[in-house]
């Protein structure tokens, strides 16, 4: 099989880390970029080094989705272990194991712990839970290969905390321009769904709640996928089996050929193949063929099942990134929520690479009012963000010159005050070295001195402290120094307060002149 040159390029990574003793990576490759077929090439590899392989999943699909990729692409044939199936006694050099059955203590007991020496992770954005906790410390010796379409995680667990590295990351955006993935057309609905009511739970909303929410649009939805995808192969993501159901035979009534699949479908596997043969020219599903599913032609994504997770998102819109022969691009269609508090993920999320981006992004779709194209309203939006910052700096600068102007730089005070200890102050201890408090930030402007060019919380605290020992004193303040040096009066910083409120009155009295009779080089400040 003839590998692309990112599937070339992430298989030698991965055994680069694994080589430099980096025993837990990641490899992260969009949906559709054939992430299946990299890691079996890399336990090709491993077994021609006479190790022995686990691959890992949560569901049956993607074990035999594996299993089945593996044999085409390397010629591998694979043992299970899942449910009644053991691989115990068997020759195969590959395990392709269920985590449900392989968690269990009496089916984990069976193995010794360097039973295996290579684990691939396959979805590995669930391996923090429990039960993949509990198998991957059992095999602690085995090297780990987690791969993950996106590497972010519903419940805010970073995958850091358990991979040592990033061995390879390939970009939807990448993926889109080098001619391997559809590009993407997004149209926002302006359809305001209210979701102000709806509850949360493991940092997503709830479906339960969804599907209350959605139910009284789901007319008005299938009203609009007439007018926009009557001619696409439509595939609609809902949150619940019940509202899925509901949707399919509206769209039904509406003259499309819809059917529905849920994980209690006993027809799931006929339903799925008719579908692709266009017999049916949408599926419903509620959350079901979000991973291990595939189908190239389908070319019209509707998310009806609002979500914070990057990971999720990705994992729906993903069902249709492959490209087909005659697919020109992927339309996707986002809507309207109404939400106070929440930050939804939306098309712009897909590729953009900083949250002021995305941002831009999402107010131009909603605004355009038709489909656009994600690359080229990102390359627009990237240019309008750094135009924007641009604008934000020069009037921060400006701001800073306004500023600075107003406040005495500390080196100034300390050569005015004539302080040796401040000039040749060196912070000794820990808490001296580090940055100054922002408490310590905020007194130092309001007492008179500029803080940028104070760069330990020692000297911040030495400064402040010759403040309130010179306003105890009665002598002169930082603006006073700052305003009477810039007029020509010199050693001001000896002067007593008063003596330098009375000369600084008179120069404003005099339309902020120098007063006739005054050489600033000679007046002593009495």
């Known amino acids: ?217 789901l007319h008005q939805i299938a009203d609009t996928m007439i007018e926009q995808c009557a001619n696409r192969k439509t595939v609609v993501f809902l949150p619940l089996v019940k509202t899925s159901q509901k949707f399919t035979e509206i769209l039904n009534e509406k003259g499309f050929k819809a059917a529905e699949v849920n994980g209690e479908s006993k027809d799931r596997a006929q339903v799925l193949d008719d579908f692709e043969n266009d017999k049916y020219n949408v599926l419903c599903n509620s959350m079901l063929l979000t991973e291990g599913w595939d189908c190239p032609s389908v070319d019209c994504i509707v998310v009806l099942r609002p979500t914070k997770v990057r990971s999720l998102y990705s994992q729906m819109v993903g069902r249709g990134t492959r490209l087909h022969p005659g697919k020109e691009s992927l339309l996707l269609l986002d809507f309207l929520w109404h939400t106070e508090k929440h930050e939804l993920c939306h098309p712009a999320h897909l590729i953009a690479e900083n949250k002021d981006v995305a941002r831009v992004m999402t107010e131009k779709i909603e605004e355009a009012g038709y489909a656009m194209d994600l690359e080229e309203v990102e390359a627009s939006s990237a240019e309008d963000v750094v135009a924007q910052r641009e604008e934000a700096l020069a009037n921060k600068l400006a701001e800073m010159k306004r500023r600075k102007k107003k406040l005495v730089d500390p080196l100034q005070f300390e050569m005015s005050i004539q302080s040796e200890e401040l000039s040749s102050y060196v912070p000794s201890f820990g808490w001296e070295m580090g940055p100054p408090s922002e408490k310590q930030i905020k007194t130092l402007e309001k007492m008179g001195i500029l803080p940028d060019e104070i760069d330990n919380a020692g000297k911040a605290t030495k400064i402040l402290e010759r403040l309130d020992k010179r306003r105890d004193e009665g002598l002169t303040t930082p603006k006073q120094i700052r305003f009477l040096e810039s007029r020509g009066f010199e050693h001001v910083g000896q002067w007593d307060f008063n003596n330098a409120k009375k000369i600084i009155d008179r120069i404003a009295a005099n339309g902020w002149r120098i007063p006739a009779g005054i050489n600033p080089k000679e007046y002593s400040g009495k």
């Open 1 to 217: 099989m003839q590998l692309r040159p990112y599937q070339k390029e992430s298989r030698e990574a991965i055994q680069n880390e694994w080589s430099n003793g980096i025993k837990k990576t990641l490899l992260v490759l969009p949906t559709g970029c054939g992430k299946t077929i990299v890691f079996s090439k890399v336990i090709e590899d491993r077994v021609k080094m006479g190790e022995r392989v686990l691959v890992l999943a949560h569901r049956g699909e993607l074990l035999d989705q594996a299993a089945d990729k593996l044999e085409k692409a390397t010629g591998l044939k694979c043992a299970t272990e899942k449910a009644q199936e053991t691989s115990i006694g068997s020759f195969f050099r590959v395990v392709v194991g269920s985590v449900q059955s392989m968690q269990r203590p009496k089916r984990l007991e069976q193995f010794k712990s360097d039973h295996f020496d290579t684990i691939v992770v396959d979805e590995a954005h669930h391996c923090i839970s429990d039960g993949y906790q509990r198998v991957l410390n059992h095999f602690e010796h085995a090297n780990v290969l987690g791969v993950t379409a996106t590497p972010d995680r519903g419940d805010m667990k970073n995958l850091g905390s358990y991979f040592d590295s990033l061995a390879y990351e390939y970009t939807l955006p990448k993926a889109i321009k080098e001619g391997f993935l559809s590009p993407i057309r997004a149209l926002t609905v302006p359809l305001k769904l209210d979701l102000t009511q709806v509850g949360q739970q493991a940092g997503d909303f709830k479906s339960s709640d969804l599907g209350t929410a959605l139910d009284p649009y």
